[in-house]
């Protein structure tokens, strides 16, 4: 595709409830990378992929959170029992590649799914 | 971990003056740091980068510049004007993981 595609755009729910966001990365990126963006606020680190690997977790705030990449493309990031202090933009983004020199590192995101828990 | 910090978090500048945002990372094995632009409603952009084997630098009326040793990393907008107004992000990478600064919010004043 000609860009990073994400969707939902919006998704509002009740607490309690699962969610699934989903990212479509640029057609030949090894990289995708999770962030989180509050009201006002910076980019969280959720999650990176290298193809369909996870080599850091870390940035996910707890095993409500999950997220998968299969076929080394689309990816899932899923939010189980959902809080209120989920609400935020999730942003995802690919690059070229992950690693290495020369280049291919520029992040390309998608304009976000902007989630809300009522 | 790698935790990038990021001064200040608002600025104001007069409309032709020169901005500067600050940026200092905790991980030495950090080897490329970007900076992105995010205009409101909008997505990050890509606007500079800066890898660790170099020093400084330009890009028209954008630099950026890196101090290894202390781990400071700067970016210089001279010559402001109304669309520099935005939000700017510092990052530092190390591998393939890419940690973000908490963001400066940028205002030129007319």
């Known amino acids: 595709g000609a860009g990073v595609s994400q969707s939902p755009s919006n998704k509002v729910t009740e607490k309690g409830k699962d969610v699934e966001l989903r990212c479509d990365p640029i057609?030949?990126?090894?990289?995708l990378y999770w962030y989180r963006q509050s009201l006002g606020q910076g980019l969280e680190f959720l999650i990176y992929?290298?193809?369909?690997?996870?080599?850091?977790k870390s940035g996910l705030p707890s095993d409500r959170f999950s997220a998968e990449r299969t076929g080394g493309s689309v990816s899932t990031l899923t939010i189980q029992r959902t809080q209120q202090e989920d609400s935020a933009v999730y942003l995802c983004?690919?690059?070229?590649?992950?690693?290495?020199?020369?280049?291919?590192?520029?992040?390309?995101f998608g304009s976000g799914t902007q989630l809300s828990v009522l | 971990g790698e935790n990038v910090e990021q001064h200040p978090s608002t600025l104001s500048v007069q409309e032709g003056d020169s901005a500067v945002i600050k940026c200092t990372y905790s991980?030495?094995?950090?080897?490329?740091f970007p900076w992105y632009k995010q205009e409101l409603g909008k997505r990050p952009q890509l606007i500079i980068d800066?890898?660790?084997?170099?020093g400084e630098k330009k890009d028209q009326r954008i630099a950026v510049t890196l101090n290894k040793t202390a781990k400071h990393f700067s970016l210089h907008i001279t010559e402001t004007q109304p669309e520099d107004s935005a939000v700017y992000f510092c990052?530092?990478?190390?591998?393939?993981?890419?940690?973000f600064g908490s963001g400066t919010r940028l205002s030129i004043r007319p």
């Open positions: 800066i890898r660790s084997n170099v």
């Open positions: 983004a690919s690059s070229l590649q992950g690693s290495g020199v020369g280049g291919g590192e520029k992040l390309f």
């Open positions: 990052a530092a990478k190390k591998a393939s993981k890419i940690i």
């Open positions: 057609s030949g990126h090894t990289a």
């Open positions: 992929f290298q193809g369909n690997s996870a080599p850091d």
């Open positions: 991980d030495s094995a950090s080897n490329y």
